[in-house]
C-alpha cells in the first residue's frame, strides 16, 4: 500500500504528532508499505520557510503554503498532493480533513482521520464547539474511517460519529528506545516534557512545586520542551515571582539524545496539563521507569489506573497538590523501587508491533470497501 499523511506539522518540527507519524511511516517501511507525509511549509511560531520538498529516514516530505487562521490554517494547494496515493491518511481534524473529505467525489481515494485530541486542547470557545459539534458531526460521517488514538478521544468522538466508524488505534512507542537508558535516577528530581502551551498549564505545576520547596529543599524541577506559544518569558517570571527560579531549570527544546538523558535520570515524571489526548510523553516516561505524577483528568486517570504505577493530583488546586507530591516524596526506596518497575512493565503493551497491525488492518478495510 501507498499511505499519504497529511499533517500541519511534520519533521524537523518537533511535537507528540510528529513523532507518531514519523513511527508510522518507519513501522510501515519494515512491513514493506511505503509512506509519504504532506504538511505545512512552518513550524509552530516560526517564520522560517521550510523547503517544499524534503526527505528523512527515506520518508518523502512535501511542504505546502497556507494561510494561518489560528487553529485553522488554510493550504488549497493541497489537492494536487494525492498523487500516488492508495490511502490518505489525515492527521487531527482542520482544513486537511475537511478539503479531502469534501472532494471524495473527485479523488476518489479513502481518507482515514486520526483524532489526535481534537481541538480542545486550549479554549472551548463557542467557535471550536460549533466547527467541532455541528460541521464535524457533518463532515465526518462521509470519512472512511475515523482512528481514535485513545478511548478517551473514542469517547468524545462518539458524540459526533457513529461507533461503527470509530476504531481504536492507540500510539506506539519505541520501547528499545528506552530499555537501553542507565544510570542511577537523581533523587527527588521531576521533569515535565511537552510544548509550552496553555493547555499544560505549567503555571499550576509551579505554583504547586512552589509550595513542595518550601517544604522539600532538595527537590527539582526540570521543564523540558519548546515554546510553542510564547510562553517562556511569562513563566520564568512566575517562578521568580514564586522564589524559586534556582529549583526549576527550563530546558526549551532538546534533542532526541538528550531527552532520553533527562528520562533517565528523573525519578518522577509529573504533568499538570488540562487536555490530552493520548500521553505519549507521561509513558515514555514510564518506560524510562519515572514514576507518574499525573494531573487529574481522564487521560492520565486511566494511565495510573490501568498500570498501578503512579498517582494521580490535583493541579487545579496547587495547595492539595503540593501536599500530595510532598507525601509521594516520602515514600521509601523500597516503595519507589515497585512504582519504576510497575511503570516500566505496563507500557510494553505499546510495542509497535501491535499496533501497526491494527493501522494496516483499518488502511486494508478501508481499501476493501471501495473495491
Known amino acids: 500500500m501507498k499511505i499519504c499523511h497529511f499533517s500541519n506539522r511534520f519533521w524537523p518540527c518537533e511535537g507528540g504528532i510528529e513523532t507518531i507519524i514519523m513511527d508510522y511511516c518507519l513501522e510501515l517501511k519494515k512491513k514493506g508499505h511505503k509512506s509519504r507525509v504532506v504538511c505545512l511549509n512552518k513550524c509552530a511560531n516560526s517564520n522560517k520557510v521550510l523547503p517544499v520538498t524534503d526527505s528523512v529516514n527515506g520518508i518523502s516530505i512535501k511542504r505546502l503554503p497556507f494561510l494561518d487562521l489560528g487553529f485553522y490554517r488554510i493550504s488549497p494547494s493541497v489537492i494536487f498532493s494525492l498523487k500516488d496515493c492508495d490511502v490518505l491518511h489525515v492527521h487531527g481534524i482542520g482544513f486537511f480533513a475537511d478539503a479531502l473529505i469534501l472532494l471524495k467525489l473527485f479523488h476518489g481515494k479513502p481518507v482515514v482521520l486520526s483524532t489526535h485530541g481534537g481541538i480542545f486542547h486550549t479554549s472551548k470557545g463557542l467557535l471550536k464547539r460549533i466547527y467541532f459539534y455541528a460541521w464535524n458531526r457533518f463532515l465526518l460521517r462521509f470519512a472512511d474511517k475515523v482512528i481514535a488514538v485513545s478511548e478517551n478521544d473514542a469517547r468524545l468522538f462518539s458524540r459526533i460519529v457513529p461507533k461503527e466508524k470509530i476504531s481504536i488505534v492507540e500510539n506506539g512507542l519505541r520501547l528499545k528506545n528506552f530499555s537501553k537508558l542507565g544510570g542511577k535516577k537523581e533523587k527527588s528530581t521531576f521533569l515535565f516534557v511537552g510544548r509550552l502551551s496553555k493547555n499544560k498549564r505549567i503555571d499550576l505545576l509551579l505554583e504547586a512545586f512552589a509550595i513542595v520547596f518550601k517544604k522539600n529543599k532538595k527537590a527539582r524541577l526540570f521543564i523540558v520542551g519548546g515554546d510553542f506559544e510564547g510562553l517562556l518569558s511569562g513563566l520564568k517570571k512566575k517562578a521568580q515571582k514564586l522564589g524559586i527560579s534556582k529549583q526549576v531549570k527550563f530546558a526549551g527544546a532538546v534533542s532526541s539524545t538528550k531527552l532520553l538523558e533527562y528520562y533517565s535520570k528523573a525519578e518522577f515524571f509529573v504533568s499538570s496539563s488540562e487536555y490530552e489526548g493520548f500521553g505519549v510523553s ?88 471501495r473495491k
Open 282 to 369: 507521561a509513558l515514555e516516561a514510564m518506560a524510562s521507569g519515572c514514576i507518574p505524577v499525573l494531573n487529574r483528568i481522564p487521560t492520565f486517570e486511566k494511565i495510573v489506573f490501568d498500570s498501578r504505577a503512579g498517582f494521580v493530583v490535583d493541579f487545579f488546586q496547587p495547595k492539595k497538590a503540593a501536599e500530595k507530591i510532598l507525601q509521594i516524596l516520602s515514600l521509601s526506596e523500597k516503595q519507589k523501587q515497585l512504582f519504576s518497575i510497575r511503570a516500566k512493565n505496563a507500557v510494553k503493551k505499546f510495542s509497535w508491533n501491535e499496533r501497526i497491525r491494527d493501522l494496516i488492518k483499518v488502511y486494508s478495510s478501508v481499501m476493501g470497501s
